[in-house]
Nanobody, 123 residues
Framework: VQLQASGGGLVQAGGSLRLSCAAS????????MGWFRQAPGKEREFVAL????????LYADSVKGRFTISRDNADNTVYLQMNSLKPEDTAVYYC?????????????????WGKGTLVTVSS
């Protein structure tokens, strides 16, 4: 499985960005796609996830109502639409793939990671 994240950039507070994660060579071990982020000096944290089959989603409380995760099964691409961005959303965002798990919010549930894309939100 190969993952390629893109779409990061600099945006003012209140603005929007859409991140993309193109996936290739998907297998049965990559049924769930997740977005994580790591802010400077902080640990990486869960943001959102979606399942390829059924499209079930889950969000961190900090982004619920502002971020939307979606997928395009035809193109094997997962998106993270980020609205009403805040300075505290500034981080490197990573997409990840893994099997169905009892702990899908944990990094350890994901076997494959893409390189991050930097999102900077200015105040």
């Amino acid at each position: 499985v190969q993952l390629q994240a893109s779409g990061g950039g600099l945006v003012q507070a209140g603005g929007s960005l859409r991140l993309s994660c193109a996936a290739s060579r998907l297998t049965f071990s990559s049924n769930v796609m997740g977005w994580f982020r790591q802010a400077p000096g902080k640990e990486r944290e869960f943001v959102a996830l979606i399942s390829w089959i059924g499209g079930s989603t889950l969000y961190a409380d900090s982004v619920k109502g502002r971020f939307t995760i979606s997928r395009d099964n035809a193109d094997n691409t997962v998106y993270l639409q980020m609205n009403s961005l805040k300075p505290e959303d500034t981080a490197v965002y990573y997409c990840a793939a893994g099997p169905f798990s009892s702990s899908p919010l944990r990094e350890s549930a994901y076997n494959y990671w893409g390189k991050g894309t930097l999102v900077t939100v200015s105040s």
